[in-house]
């Protein structure tokens, strides 16, 4: 059994940078990959970046590859999400989620997800 916590949201201009951070209970969290996702009022869940057990990572897309990055600190129990030149677009409750592999965490199959934070980017 894992427990996931997000935090670090919050309300950022537009070009800003926030830090999500997944901490996580449970003494097999290294076994886990971890991913995040996002979803706006309206929309689906949309895969945002993963990580796996050996610290390889993948991005939803180029874009989000050039402006943020996935880490994971497995002494700690946390996996982080480094956002920057945020953009309105970006807006959405984020969440993390934890599986057995990256390429269904991708599709958003996942054994464990925590309960979000809340990203607002202002224009």
């Known amino acids: 059994q894992v427990q996931l916590a997000e935090s670090g949201g919050g309300l950022v201009q537009a070009g800003g940078s926030l830090r999500l951070s997944c901490a996580a209970s449970?003494?097999?969290?290294?076994?886990?990959?971890v991913g995040w996702f996002r979803q706006a009022p309206g929309n689906e869940r949309e895969f945002v970046a993963a990580?796996?057990?050996?610290?390889?990572?993948?991005y939803n897309t180029d874009s989000l590859k050039g402006r943020f990055t996935i880490s994971r600190e497995d002494a700690t129990n946390t996996v982080y999400l480094q956002m920057n030149s945020l953009k309105p677009g970006d807006t959405g409750v984020y969440y993390c989620?934890?599986?057995?592999?990256?390429?269904?965490?991708?599709?958003?199959?996942?054994?464990?997800w925590g309960q979000g934070t809340q990203v607002t980017v202002s224009s």
């Open positions: 449970g003494r097999t969290f290294s076994s886990y990959a």
């Open positions: 990580i796996g057990t050996s610290g390889d990572t993948t």
């Open positions: 989620a934890a599986g057995r592999y990256v390429f269904r965490l991708r599709r958003g199959d996942a054994t464990h």
